[in-house]
């Protein structure tokens, strides 16, 4: 890491933050291992924590008891001057469990990282601050925060991507790799630890893991969701937890736009903006704006785990708990449920993936694209589009011109019948999208659509073949 190995004759500040499970600590505890100091915070009183932070400087150091800390200033100027001759890395894990019960700690590191603060300038340490509570983390350097403009590294680290996450479910069979990704995503943990290394090696497997491995009330992945609502600040101290709980339900059932939202909640807009701000906020949800429509955003579940709990394991807990639940049973009854809105809406957004960075779109990228979907109107009815590129080349999103529109879909046999739909839209959208090309993405195509997509230059079929490897 860079920001460890770096030549400054000062001291550094860096934040290392992103969703649990994701590998943050594994990666960080390894810095820990070559000459530096790597501690977990504890959740509890700040008493608590700064004997157990002294306990750790004391084994780093060698000392023959643990170090005494009065308060945050003493500890934090202790571990600044671990880099008084050379540079050395600390790291505080979990940091929003400390400034839980210390408020004033940002502002202790605000003046510790003063420019000319005597323990920033005249030691080397490399403090990195590393943190699950997205919330938190993300408004440590916003606006008019304490530690504005002190930090020399801001790293996000997130999820793997749908191709990296084939490798570490190690299967080359594409189609359970769709099928995997669509439930347990690209968290490393959620692949190793957390199903105890147990994976299915075929599409044959998959149906008994599910039921093993993510449907049993043992299994850790069915109580995931719940935990991180749980951890998270923004959720876990909400005066009305089920509008949250609600929030995410409908999104991760197909309700993305605000209306609809508030529709299937029962609240005023007014009512559900903080709640979605927090969502956001919290990552959650994700926000993406309409490549091409004005103020057109729409929400989506943050990762695979948060939809397929909301699709699958929330409507049935009664069912999953009962004792002596047939859980393979009840997960053959849910195939249609789970192929329609878990496995669609996240091929769907794995295309949109693709298309944003590995398609080869030629000149089309050349000036800057949006990626999204959007809704159409035509002949008196909205069409959902999966797929839409539009140019850098307008003011707003209405002006935009239209580079692809496409279609994805994760189980049907793609046919002249979808070729006709996108024909249909392209015409209806008039001048900006006369050029526009056809992206038909799926695992199969009618061998008549195949034969008319060779003949033709403005239309592209992604198999999966080209969706995982090529471009």
């Not at 944003?356 to 999204?372: E, N, P």
Request: overall charge neutral; glycine content about 10%.
């Amino acid at each position: 890491m860079d920001f460890t190995s770096n030549s400054a004759r000062h001291s550094t500040l860096g934040l290392v933050w992103g969703r649990r499970r994701i590998g943050k600590s594994y990666l960080l505890s390894q810095l820990g291992e070559h000459g530096g100091l790597y501690y977990e915070a504890i959740r509890g009183s700040t008493s608590e924590a700064l004997a157990d932070l002294g306990a750790a400087v004391a084994a780093t150091v060698g000392a023959p008891a643990p170090v005494h800390f009065g308060n945050w200033s003493e500890a934090i100027a202790a571990l600044m001057r671990l880099g008084a001759e050379k540079p050395f890395t600390v790291v505080l894990d979990e940091y929003p469990y400390l400034r839980e019960e210390s408020p004033d700690l940002d502002s202790i590191l605000q003046r510790t990282f003063g420019p000319r603060s005597p323990l920033r300038t005249q030691n080397q340490c490399r403090l990195i601050l590393c943190g699950s509570a997205m919330s938190v983390m993300s408004e440590l350097l916003s606006g008019s925060a304490p530690l504005r403009g002190r930090a020399g590294m801001d790293l996000r680290i997130s999820a793997f991507d749908y191709r990296d996450a084939r490798q570490l479910h190690g299967t080359n069979d594409l189609r359970l790799a769709v099928r995997l990704f669509s439930i347990i995503g690209g968290v490393a943990a959620y692949a190793r630890d957390m199903v105890d290394g147990d994976l299915p090696s075929s599409l044959r497997g998959l149906d008994a893991w599910v039921a093993r491995r993510v449907l049993s009330p043992a299994a850790p992945l069915s109580r995931e969701v719940d935990l991180l609502l749980s951890e998270d600040p923004t959720t876990a101290h909400a005066r009305k937890p089920h509008l949250y709980q609600a929030v995410l339900a409908a999104v991760a059932l197909g309700r993305h736009t605000a209306g609809r939202i508030a529709s299937y909640v029962g609240v005023s807009g007014q009512r559900l903006d903080p709640v979605l701000r927090g969502l956001v906020d919290a990552q959650f949800i994700q926000r993406v704006l309409d490549p091409v429509r004005d103020n057109r955003p729409i929400y989506l579940p943050g990762d695979s785990m948060i939809r397929f709990h909301y699709a699958i394991l929330r409507p049935h807990h009664s069912r999953l708990q009962r004792h002596n639940a047939d859980h393979q049973s009840l997960w053959r009854d849910l195939g249609t449920t789970f192929s329609s809105n878990v496995v669609g809406p996240s091929f769907e957004a794995t295309a949109r993936h693709w298309l944003t960075h590995y398609a080869d779109l030629g000149s089309v990228a050349s000036g800057g694209i949006h990626v999204g979907s959007t809704t159409v109107g035509t002949g008196g009815r909205d069409h959902e589009v999966d797929l839409v590129v539009a140019r850098d080349d307008g003011i707003r999103p209405a002006d935009r011109s239209v580079a692809v529109l496409g279609e994805a879909k994760s189980g049907e046999e793609i046919g002249s019948g979808h070729l006709a739909r996108l024909e249909h839209i392209r015409a209806a959208m008039g001048d900006r999208a006369t050029d526009a090309a056809l992206y038909l993405v799926g695992p199969r195509f009618s061998p008549s659509l195949v034969k008319s997509a060779s003949s033709r230059r403005d239309v592209e079929l992604v198999d999966l073949d080209r969706l995982y490897y090529g471009s």
